[in-house]
């Protein structure tokens, strides 16, 4: 119905707000896709922004992909058009996935967006927070292993598939081709980033030394 379409609609234009673009342009003046590894993201904010700007551009991003996967829930059961908890859950990944589009190719941003990360991880929080929960710790212990947020990104994204089938015993079997398009997903935005760090040349973050800025 034409309701759903506006959900769908709203769901994009909910993961096309370009934090990182419009948070530099606001309070520093700079287009964080003009330094760094030129990616509109949280890891690059905090690259070209510091810790603090970092920080919050990495809580926008997942709110927005948590937000646009609880969009359902915001409106009437007769709206969203089922009572039925499978579709219900079908309609959130798509949600989910349309946000990470938005995303990606941001209508407010010349359609040059980030990679995702964030925006999954609040969609993975809404649908099954058990696997967010693996997610973020892998991410974490890699992270402070190797200092490089692409590996813990793509780490974490192997990790939810994983955790799906290990741990939770999912009733929907669509959550789990849905974790692995995801994955898969992960894997095609850092494309980039695998040859470098393949080559040794991926830039380090470290998350507890003192940022200047
Ligand atoms: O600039 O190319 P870059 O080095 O910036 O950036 C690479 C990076 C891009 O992604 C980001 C977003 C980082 C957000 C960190 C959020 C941490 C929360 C835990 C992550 C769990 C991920 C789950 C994936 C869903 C399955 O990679």
Known sequence: SLYLFG???LAYLFGSIPTAVWF???FYGVDVREY????AGATNTFRVLGKKAGIIVMCVDIFKGWTA???PHLFDSSIVGTTDSISFVNFQLAL??????GHLFPVFAGFRGGKGVATLFGMVIAIQPMAALCCVTVF???LIISNYVSLSSISAGFTFPI???????TTVPSVMLYA???CILILITHQKNIERLLKGKESKIYLFKKSEK
């Open 7 to 9: 959900i769908v609609v």
């Open 24 to 26: 530099g342009q606001a």
């Open 36 to 39: 760094g590894s030129g990616n």
């Open 69 to 71: 996967t609880n969009l």
């Open 96 to 101: 989910g996935v349309i946000a990470v589009l």
């Open 140 to 142: 974490l212990v890699c």
């Open 163 to 169: 955790s799906l089938a290990l741990i939770i015993k």
């Open 180 to 182: 692995i398009a995801i």
